[in-house]
């Protein structure tokens, strides 16, 4: 079974940092990786897809890579503002069943 | 505006009561999904439809049940059987279920009272 881990739980900055948040799969048996952002209460926003066959994907201020081969994804966020405060989560699509398996989420604050 | 429509945005069941949770979508995807989110968690599968009439079961089906008479509606009844409903439910879609982006709703919060 597909598990995810993203590591920190909980990442504090101050404003104007680039940070990396990682997300590990156990399984390498995926179609895409898609990053979301989480405000609270609030539903899910896409922010970026990786295809399997991709290594990265980039929008704005934001950089995805993927190795597929080490189940490891991490995101970039490059000078990050206090708008970039909210809950990271990573989540795999299994080739098995075609939906997506979530890990528990890294919870960003930015500093002003 | 395209998107994904859930209802209610918070929802106040009593104990041994079934409650029915909507989802509508108007971007004409195929596949749909609901998903539960406890507090500090990440979110877990409990049906999904890749199309009109056939839906599977996820990773916390008990308790729960969906049906797919529609492309653009897929309603989750939360039954009494499920021990522990209090949760943030969900809803997300897709075109198919071949490695395309997933939307999500803006969620329901159920609360046992």
């Known amino acids: 079974k597909q598990e995810v881990t993203q590591i920190p739980a909980a990442l504090s900055v101050p404003e104007g940092e680039n940070l990396v948040l990682n997300c590990s799969f156990t399984?390498?048996?995926?179609?895409?990786l898609q990053w979301f952002r989480q405000d609270p209460g609030k539903g899910l926003t896409s922010l970026l897809l990786?295809?399997?066959?991709?290594r990265e994907q980039t929008s704005g201020r934001l950089n995805a890579s993927l190795d597929k081969s080490s189940g490891r994804s991490t995101l970039y966020i490059a000078a990050s503002q206090p708008g970039d405060s909210a809950t990271y989560l990573c989540?795999?699509?299994?080739?098995?069943?075609?939906?997506?398996?979530f890990g528990s989420g890294t919870r960003l604050q930015v500093q002003p | 505006d395209g998107g994904i429509t859930q209802s209610p945005k918070y929802l106040f069941r009593k104990e041994g009561q079934n409650v029915t949770l909507s989802c509508e979508q108007n971007?004409?995807?195929?596949?749909m999904y609901w998903y539960r989110q406890d507090p500090g968690q990440g979110l877990r599968l409990i049906y999904y439809?890749?199309?009109?009439?056939?839906?599977q079961k996820g990773d916390i089906a008990e308790g729960y049940s969906v049906s797919r008479e529609k492309k653009e509606s897929f309603p989750l009844t939360v039954t009494s059987a499920q021990k522990n409903p209090t949760a943030f439910y969900l809803c997300?879609?897709?075109?198919?279920?071949?490695?395309?982006?997933?939307?999500f709703g803006q969620g329901t919060r159920l609360t046992v009272v």
């Open positions: 997300a879609s897709s075109i198919d279920r071949g490695g395309t982006e997933a939307f």
């Open positions: 989540a795999v699509g299994d080739t098995g069943r075609r939906a997506l398996t």
């Open positions: 990786i295809q399997s066959s991709q």
């Open positions: 399984d390498s048996a995926i179609y895409n």
């Open positions: 439809s890749q199309i009109v009439n056939d839906f």
């Open positions: 971007l004409n995807h195929d596949a």
